[in-house]
């Protein structure tokens, strides 16, 4: 069974970082995109980034463009995100994914249980 499971969340200023992780198993971990996605409480899902199976590539949504960083490490079956400059409005539970075809909520095959962030001062 495909497993996916964010850790790392929690409370910080605006303005701080904060990184999350996510732990793959189930699958063939460095054949498949990997993304993080949000949801702000009384809001939608949204699309956060991707990264490329082999890392190569990443694309971020304009809401986090500059200030969130994906990353990964095949080796271990982690994705990483790096949050920094972080607003209120990032607020939110997130999840990580396997998103087939393009970064969107809609191509998600798997989503693995979140992980809360607020930022809140």
């Known amino acids: 069974d495909v497993q996916l499971q964010a850790s790392g969340g929690g409370l910080v200023q605006p303005g701080g970082s904060l990184r999350i992780s996510c732990a793959a198993s189930?699958?063939?971990?460095?054949?498949?995109?990997m993304g993080w996605f949000r949801q702000a409480p009384g809001k939608e899902r949204e699309g956060v980034g991707c990264i490329a199976s082999r890392g190569q590539d990443t694309y971020y949504y304009d809401s986090v463009k500059g200030r969130f960083i994906i990353s990964r490490d095949n080796a271990k079956n982690l994705v990483f995100l790096d949050m920094n400059e972080l607003r209120p409005e990032d607020t939110a539970v997130y999840y990580c994914?396997?998103?087939?075809?393009?970064?969107?909520?809609?191509?998600?095959?798997?989503w693995g249980q979140g992980t809360l962030v607020t930022v809140s001062s």
């Open positions: 994914a396997t998103p087939n075809g393009h970064c969107v909520v809609r191509d998600v095959d798997h």
């Open positions: 189930g699958f063939n971990f460095d054949d498949y995109a």
